[in-house]
């Protein structure tokens, strides 16, 4: 028999409850067999919270922590309504449409075209419904030219993210993925030769990578695929994975052809909540044209109301990250997301300078594209390692990723810090003093940590580069 919970009963006596008595509650074990007043539910819920880490802290994360008084009351406003239900809240469908024709646009969608695309919880959705897209159009185009449509893979390179492996499990596409190597953790045209074949649905290229910020050369690889198509008549799409850079390119990069512009870029996915600058969750995912989004992966539903086109995977979610962004939109505009933008490139700028000018750092990304500062030690030192500096800095509440690289270059250590828009320059000081003091300490006592043990990989399908 399971035992009775040890929460106390609900004052039934009439004896004057004091504030304190709320400490004597304790979370049962099973499923509360009584309720509480509300107040002592909410101090037990904000205590167990206590030692968690400090969002605005926590610089190992590319999601927004930051909102205006303003942005929390749209929040309220539309944190009870389900978006999906088209029908009840027609208005909250209509900013999303505006948003992807925006979006489209941002990107340098073609003119004369009709857009498509959709809000999602986040990029991980998104990318979902892109590789969805890619997979049953190749699977069309396989079987009316009467070939075998059994076999789908896609290209993409080790720095990806794990959006896609579990993408290509899901959903039973062979993953191809090209090894990095010691200096160069994007993906470029170096393996395709030997990945890319008949069957492959898409090449997904990275526009700000989550181990290094960079982006991977889009251009190349969109180069060798047209020339790929004029040795054997293969066509091949890319979709760009935007969840870090979508936000960033546009308006700090103009001219850098890193999107629509490019022909054979088909679909691209980005982080609402990350520097689109909404809390989470929510994520874009836009196509080229309608076209590219096969129909057969539309359902229409009418038991909500009227008839409704859904082509999402998640069906019920809350509208508010929906309506906040197209505060966020209307709110700053073009040049207020330039100026954001600027200025955490320029916060990012200086850590980075700070840190390196140091003497214990080596910079690790080769373009500074979007706020992101990834370093490995200077392999003179030996007493400690980049884990022992992001245990050292959690004294000082700080949380930064410390990770180990993909193959080929898993011997190789990162310490990366994400420079989110809420932090001001005082405070990217303290954090650059922090981490030099943290060096300086382990100088004299060392280190003891090691990296955290990774499960076994699984066997893959795939080539091996």
Known sequence: MPKKSKAKAPNTSGKTLTPFDQFNLEVPASFPETGMAARAAQA??????????????NLSSFVTTFAEPEELEVMHHNFTKNYIDHDMYPQVFAMETRMVKWLHGLWNGPKGVEPYGTATVGSSEACMLGGLAHKWNWREARQKAGKDASRPNIVTGGNVQIVWKKFMKYFDVEPRIAPLEV??????????EKLVDENT??????????????????Q?????????????????????????????????YPDYKWDFRLPRVQSINASGHKFGLVPPGLGWVVFRERKVFNEDLMF???????????????????????????????R??????????????????HLRDRLVKSGYFKIMNRTQRIPVVA????????????????????????????YTMPPDAQEVRSLRIVVRPHLNRNVVDMLADDIIKACKYLDEHGGTAKPPALHAKHTSRGHKC
């Open 201 to 218: 649905i898409c090449v997904v290229a990275i526009a700000g990578q989550t181990f290094t910020g960079e982006d991977d050369d889009i």
């Open 220 to 252: 190349e690889i969109h180069d060798w695929l047209d020339r790929y198509e004029k040795r054997t008549g293969i066509s091949i799409p890319m979709h760009i994975d935007g969840a870090s850079g979508g936000f960033v390119n546009p308006f700090l």
């Open 183 to 192: 200096g160069n953790y994007r993906l470029t045209t170096k393996h395709l």
């Open 332 to 349: 700053l505009g073009f040049e207020g997301y330039r100026q954001v933008m600027q200025h955490s490139l320029d916060n990012a700028v």
């Open 44 to 57: 037990m819920v904000n205590s167990e919270e206590w030692t968690d880490a400090s969002p605005m802290l």
């Open 375 to 402: 370093l490995t030690l200077d392999p003179k030192i030996k007493k400690y390692n980049e884990f022992d500096i992001s245990f050292k800095v959690r004294e000082r509440g700080w949380v930064l990723s410390a």
């Open 300 to 330: 229409y539903v009418n038991y909500l109301g009227g008839e409704m086109p859904t082509a999402t995977i998640n069906f019920s979610r809350n509208a508010a990250p929906i309506a906040v962004q197209y505060y966020l939109f209307l």
